[in-house]
């Protein structure tokens, strides 16, 4: 009986075991001298001596990797696992990888079988063929993050396959090829590089083709070069000297397909380097787009933030710690706007993109967006995507005032067209009358009908300015501003009481003008009614329809704490109209020389200062008229 060595599998599935321990049987390898056992067992079960007695160990995850990790001991460490790029492939304590049941057990058996690094403690039998050493080796290019890695890889594999021989690999550099790595014996300083289309390596370049050629440097020590073209910009050389011998055909098909091998690991770096570049350029896009942006998973049906920008944070007021890993929909869409993201969530989990207006809340309250939601991928199932929030409130808001200002050009435009019309033609009616019956009479009619043109034209124009702004505001005395309103109308023999003064912050000027209009209204058309019977006066708190008209005013409260919520003017004339709800529309009246625009300029006003018009029956069955301010 020969010597023996052991291999242990963590973690490993028995099947695999089982075909691992057939493959290092006896009588299925070259050197039966040596018995080889194998043995599977959890990371947590195995005991620290078996693994530290274990020849080479093989881990299938991290689990492992750690296990072998946290004992002293001297065999070889092999990774079963699909991706030669991960996290257990790449750590250091690992000597080979494999991706197959048949690479694994290649791998383990020239493990065992090769000299220097020896898994069984007795010198090897036999010599590892050049395929198993070249074969070996691959794991070592596969292992490799970096172009210059792999180089230096491709020339460390190169110098176990074909010791006899000196290895350089030469990269392109616009019309010259420059050696870059060489073999320990060969300084890349005394490689010489030559021009795309020249000399061997550059024809290489150039055609693509494979050669075995003398060397035209005669001062070189080098008499024959093998040289294979890697790509379209790399080139691999074998030189050898007389004493060598010449190449042959398996020099060749080795030489190729370590070439291969090389050109495969160039070209899984040059994708994985795109990949990093698009993801760089796909962060700084989505960190610095100037409009909030969140990166999300569906979990469970839920949108799950992955990423915020910094947009994200200062609009809506959460950092990026407190909303990773929960639901977007939890932190910023509104409570009564649950329906709305649930269809938002089933379009985007059928692949289609959203673009959509909506509300959410912010760190500054509910605002307006544009929410594009952009799917990983299109028109399939999704767990991924991003959203983009672009603030639209302040163009909602333009286009709210750009609505109203049409509005009240379509009001304008009806008055002018209507109620200015008549007039003018009955002014001209009578100035005719009076040309050709010379009757001055018709004169004062027709001045009439101009006073009344004259009075729209002032409506009109108090309508217009009502639209904008206050202006300046300062503290006013509701009695004050009353009186003074009182004083500039037309009231006959009704009477003004203030019964409860309250300072409001207005402007003076448009807050008389307010108060005027409505007292106008009160004088105008608070005594007579189209529905009001002859003795309605006494019920609605007159003692006779022919009693003077009493106007009160005063503030009003809210709350128990008896804070101001606005004022009133109520009258003890004949009550609002069937249709009460028309008062404030511009041009509505029930008397036919009215404007129609009276109250809705007061309207306007109140609205300028952010307070609210409403029209109400009194207590005494007249009109009541509230703002309310706050």
Wanted: charge should be negative; glycine fraction near 8%.
């Amino acid at each position: 009986m020969g010597e023996r060595g052991s291999v242990l599998l963590l973690n490993a599935d028995p099947g695999l075991a089982d075909s691992v321990g057939r493959s290092l049987g006896s009588e299925s390898r070259d050197s039966p001298e040596v018995e080889v056992e194998t043995h599977v067992a959890s990371p947590g079960g195995v005991d620290e001596r078996r693994l530290a007695e274990a020849d080479v160990t093989v881990v299938v995850d991290a689990a492992g990797l750690d296990r072998v990790r946290s004992v002293d001991r001297t065999g070889s460490v092999v990774a079963f696992v699909d991706d030669p790029t991960g996290r257990v492939a790449t750590d250091p304590l690992v000597d080979a990888v494999a991706g197959t049941p048949e690479a694994l057990s290649e791998t383990l058996s020239w493990l065992i079988a090769r000299g220097e690094r020896s898994a069984v403690r007795s010198e090897p039998t036999r010599t590892p063929s050049r395929v198993e050493q070249l074969n070996a080796g691959m794991t070592e290019l596969a292992a490799v993050r970096s172009v210059d890695e792999a180089y230096r890889a491709a020339i460390a594999v190169a110098e176990q396959v074909f010791p006899e021989y000196q290895s350089v690999v030469a990269v392109r550099d616009g019309e010259w090829v420059e050696p870059v790595v060489a073999s320990s014996g060969t300084p890349v300083d005394d490689c010489n590089r030559v021009r795309v289309g020249t000399g061997v390596a550059g024809t290489a370049v150039q055609t693509g083709n494979v050669s075995i050629a003398p060397n035209p440097n005669a001062e070189s020590r080098f008499d024959t070069l093998l040289t294979v073209p890697v790509g379209d910009d790399v080139v691999f050389q074998l030189a050898a000297t007389d004493g060598d011998g010449e190449f042959d055909d398996a020099d060749r098909r080795l030489a190729e397909l370590l070439a291969s091998h090389l050109e495969e690991t160039l070209d899984r770096l040059s994708v994985a380097e795109t990949l990093r570049a698009e993801r760089d350029r796909l962060l700084a896009l989505f960190t610095n787009v100037p409009d909030p942006a969140v990166a999300y998973d569906y979990v469970d049906g839920e949108p799950v933030v992955r990423q915020v920008n910094d947009a994200f944070e200062s609009t809506f007021g959460y950092e990026a710690e407190a909303v990773l890993g929960e639901s977007i929909d939890d932190y910023i869409v509104p409570a009564d706007a649950g329906t709305e993201a649930e269809e938002l969530n089933e379009q985007l989990r059928r692949g289609e993109n959203v673009r959509r207006e909506v509300t959410r809340i912010t760190a500054d309250g509910p605002r307006h967006f544009i929410l594009h939601v952009i799917p990983i991928r299109l028109d399939a199932a999704n767990a991924a995507g991003y959203a983009i929030y672009t603030d639209v409130t302040d163009r909602r808001e333009r286009e709210e005032t750009l609505r109203r200002q049409n509005e009240r050009l379509d009001e304008f435009a009806s008055i002018v067209s209507h109620d200015l019309r008549n007039p003018l033609s009955v002014a001209e009616g009578y100035v005719d009358l009076a040309r050709e019956t010379g009757d001055a009479d018709h004169l004062d009619r027709a001045a009439d009908a101009i006073d009344r043109m004259d009075e729209l034209v002032g409506d009109l124009l108090s309508l217009a300015r009502e639209g904008r702004s206050v202006g300046e505001t300062e503290a006013v005395s509701l009695a004050d501003a009353a009186r003074e309103a009182w004083s500039s109308v037309d009231t006959g023999s009704a009477t003004l009481t203030v019964e409860r003064d309250e300072t409001l912050e207005a402007n003076r000027t448009r807050l008389r003008e307010l108060l005027e209009n409505v007292f106008r209204n009160s004088v105008e058309h608070g005594s007579t009614s189209s529905r009001a019977n002859p003795d309605d006066g006494v019920e609605r708190g007159r003692d006779s329809p022919d009693d003077p008209l009493s106007v009160r005013v005063g503030s009003m409260t809210a709350g128990g704490a008896g804070e101001t919520a606005g004022f009133y003017v109520e009258d003890d004339g004949s009550g609002l109209p069937d249709d009460a709800d028309r008062v404030f529309e511009s041009g509505f009246t029930t008397d036919e020389s009215g404007t129609g625009l009276g109250l809705a300029i007061s309207e306007r006003i109140a609205e300028a200062h952010g307070w609210t018009a409403h029209a109400l029956a009194g207590e005494n069955g007249g009109a009541r008229f509230e703002f309310h301010t706050d």
